[in-house]
Each structure stands twice: as structure tokens, then as C-alpha cells.
């Protein structure tokens, strides 16, 4: 089956400086799909060229079917209601599913009679949710979709995408800060930092490649044989590694599976760190 995003060497230039280098990923059909990094990584630049905002310097991107974005600021028109909101929408869009835009807002009690401005953070979110929903699309590109709400409507956001990936075959790329949000929704795992791309991969399949060790901090070459060791540090008088692979282990060491902040944060601390598919998996 065709990955419903692929990128294949891109790279994304700023005038002088490059927000994107040499990336190539791809993304599964049906997966929902983490976006993350450190601020100024390049989230929201591989996003633009995912929909077609941008054009790269060199690579390809390409999404299949239809595709549907909601940017970081939510663009809405504070002075429509939510009734004029769909009718907006409806008119410029040749997909488009009122019936489960409206049976949506209804069901999280959002009025359409309401002008936009007047409604809350999360309503306002869920909004630009259900507008980008109702386009019925292959793929959706969300950025920061749970920025500044609160943890209940972060909670309802991901439900109302986990539901709708349920529903039907969807494809969700999104962007957060706060992994917490995302492990018990996201089955894929993106990582950017510094322009480069650190990780693509199933989460579980990443969770179960790599293990967190823990043991004396002397000697200093550590437990890692016959491992890639991602990250290293020390924690008190103990140091812990982030190791991919199956090590061979010397009974002071103890091993467990990390979860998947601690694996985010491994590759986030090692920026040379990568855990990537081959050339020929991304091309396939
Ligand atoms: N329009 C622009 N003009 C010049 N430089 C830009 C522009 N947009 C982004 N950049 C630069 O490109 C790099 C990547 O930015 P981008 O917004 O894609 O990162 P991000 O990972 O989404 O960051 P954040 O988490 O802060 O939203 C940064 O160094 C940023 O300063």
C-alpha cells in the first residue's frame, strides 16, 4: 500500500539559512502520526510543504488524497457564528460532510448561533477540527492543535481524532510539544531537531528496539556492547543510557523498555543520534 505521506530528501531554505535538510520519511496509511521537536526544528516548515504551502529546495513531498490543514493560530472569523463558519466552509469546499460537522459541534454542546470570537480556546479548536474534518480528507496536517488548551480539552481534541481515525481510513501528521498528550493516541513517531529528521518509526516497534540502562558510572565505556548507544547521562551516582538494540549485559547493569518521553528525550539530547529507515523503506 502507498504511505499516505512521503518525503524523500527534502530540504527547505529561508533565504540563507536551512529549516529542513536531507528528510525523508514516510507515513503509513491509517496511522495517526507525532510531530515533534524542539522549538525551531522544523515542525511547522516539513507541515507547509506536507499541504503544499511551501516549495522545497530540493526533495519531494507528496500526500495522498485529499488533504486538510488547521494552522498553529487557528484560522477562523472571529465576527462569524458557527452556523455562518459552516456555511463558509461548505461553499468553498467541494468534499464536505455537514451532517457530521453539525452532529460534531452538537455532541460537544458548541451553539451554532455563537459567534467564533465569543467561544472558548477548546471550542475554537474544535471548530477548526470539525471544519477540517467535514473536508473528509485522506490526510490531515494538524500543528499544535492542543496548544494552549487546557488538559480537558487537549483530552477531547484527541479523542474526537482518535474516533475519527476509527471511523474511517484517515491519516493524521500532528504536531505537540507536551508527548504525554500523544501516547495514548499517536502509533507513529516523527522526530526533528535542528532541521534534520532524528526518528521515524511505529512507536512500538521503537519502544521494544531500544532499552534504558542503569548501573555504575564507572567505567566510563559503560554496559553497551553489541548496542548503539543513543544518549547518555548520569542520574545521582548512577548512569543511565539510552541504548538501541539488544546489549550484552553485565549483571551490574538493569535494563527496562522506555517509555515514550524518555525515548523522545534520549534522541532530543543527542541531536547526532538517528534511528531512521533505509533508503529503500522510504522509497517502497
Ligand atoms: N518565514 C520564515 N522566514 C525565515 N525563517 C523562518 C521562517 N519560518 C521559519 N523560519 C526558521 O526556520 C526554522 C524552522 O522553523 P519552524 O517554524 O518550522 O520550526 P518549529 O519546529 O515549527 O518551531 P516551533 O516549535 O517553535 O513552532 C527556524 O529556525 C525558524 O526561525
Not at 480539552?153 to 481515525?165: F, K, S
Not at 528525550?265 to 543527542?270: F, I, Q, T
Request: glycine residues 12%; proline residues 6%; contains cysteine.
Amino acid at each position: 500500500m502507498r504511505p499516505a505521506l512521503e518525503v524523500i530528501g527534502l530540504c527547505v531554505r529561508y533565504r540563507r539559512s536551512w529549516a529542513l535538510r536531507d528528510c525523508s520519511l514516510s507515513v503509513p496509511a491509517g496511522r495517526v502520526a507525532a510531530l515533534v521537536g524542539p522549538n525551531g526544528a522544523g515542525k511547522t516548515t516539513l507541515m507547509h510543504a506536507a499541504v503544499g504551502l511551501l516549495r522545497p529546495a530540493r526533495g519531494t513531498v507528496r500526500g495522498a488524497g485529499e488533504v486538510a490543514f488547521v494552522a498553529q493560530d487557528k484560522p477562523l472569523y472571529d465576527g462569524f457564528t458557527v452556523a455562518e463558519t459552516l456555511t463558509f466552509g461548505r461553499r468553498t469546499n467541494n468534499r464536505w460532510d455537514e451532517r457530521a460537522a453539525r452532529d460534531r459541534l452538537g455532541g460537544l454542546g458548541i451553539p451554532l448561533d455563537r459567534k467564533v470570537g465569543g467561544l472558548s480556546g477548546g471550542q475554537q479548536a474544535q471548530v477548526a477540527l470539525t471544519l477540517a474534518l467535514a473536508k473528509e480528507p485522506d490526510l490531515l496536517v494538524l500543528d499544535e492543535p492542543l496548544a494552549n488548551l487546557d488538559p480537558l480539552a487537549r483530552h477531547d481534541v484527541m479523542r474526537t481524532i482518535m474516533a475519527e481515525v476509527a471511523g474511517r481510513e484517515l491519516t493524521v501528521l500532528l504536531s505537540s510539544h507536551v508527548v504525554s498528550d500523544l501516547e495514548d493516541t499517536c502509533d507513529w513517531l516523527v522526530v526533528l531537531n535542528g532541521g534534520r529528521l532524528q526518528v521515524s518509526g511505529d512507536i512500538d516497534d521503537l519502544l521494544a528496539g531500544h532499552l534504558v540502562l542503569t548501573g555504575p558510572a564507572e567505567p566510563a565505556e559503560g554496559p553497551a556492547g553489541g548496542a548503539t548507544v543513543v544518549s547518555a547521562g548520569l542520574e545521582g551516582r548512577q548512569a543511565s543510557l539510552l541504548v538501541r538494540g539488544e546489549p550484552v549485559l553485565d549483571p551490574r547493569w538493569q535494563a527496562r523498555r522506555p517509555g515514550l518521553a524518555e525515548l523522545v528525550m534520549g534522541y532530543l539530547r543527542s541531536p547526532g543520534s538517528a534511528a531512521l529507515p533505509g533508503p529503500a523503506e522510504v522509497g517502497a
